[in-house]
């Protein structure tokens, strides 16, 4: 591990994968870390060279307090890759991550060789807006602990959780050790989330990949910004909740390996 300074904030990196292979950029979900890529790692790191950040506040990133925009995570994101030489970058985000690959394809085209947008949301509607209210309170008065269980059973389905309990004890990890000024600005950033308009307008090849059961953003409103996209693709996992990649993650790789191997026109 090792850490970058960009816009005045120190992101913890990994680099990992083959030398001189074509880039690959993961971007994890709010509250997690980049260990959230561990499974697509271990599967893509024989064809690719793999770049995975924590994004500011979260994992041992820098917290920064204040709110934050996706416009902001998506400078991190250029600020990485110019610090490092990375012209161009497949890139792979899921939640938060997704939207911000999304901002990614919008004002910097040249620079995403292909996307995949997981399990994300392309608007910030009122009621989702709305929701993050409560739980930014949570967060200020009660800590991230507070905030472990709620998560859990927005992003995972009981019988997962029972039948799977290593997997979100890592995952209940990772809530509580995101910061509070981190959980906090990017929970206001996706309060700001405004691309629905403007996907037509990108040009990059784009994957969309949905959990069958994500509660937390639902198929419907992956398969219409999909719709917006001419050209674009839409796969659903299923089973899967919110993280699609970690609890179905042999089809989430399979998904995006194919995508991946499809040549650019």
Partial sequence: MSKISVNGVYLNVEIEGIERGPWITFSHSH???????????????????ILRYDT??????DAVKGACTVE?????????WDVLGIMKSHFIGLSLGGTTGIGLAIHHPNRISKLAACNCHGVASPEFSAAWNPRIEVALLR??????????ERWFSLEFRQSNAALVAEVARMIRSTSIEGYVGCARALQGIAYQEHLESIRTPTLFIAGAQDKAAQPAGIRLMQQCLPGARYVEVDPAGHLSNLENPRRFNEAVGAFLTVPID
């Fill in 31 to 49: 509250a997690t870390n980049l260990s959230l890529w561990d499974e697509q790692v271990a599967h893509f790191r024989r064809d690719f060279r």
């Fill in 56 to 61: 500011r506040g979260h994992g041992k990133s």
């Fill in 72 to 80: 902001t995570l998506v400078s991190d994101v250029i600020g990485l």
């Fill in 143 to 152: 800590g991230m602990r507070a905030l472990v269980d709620p998560t859990l």
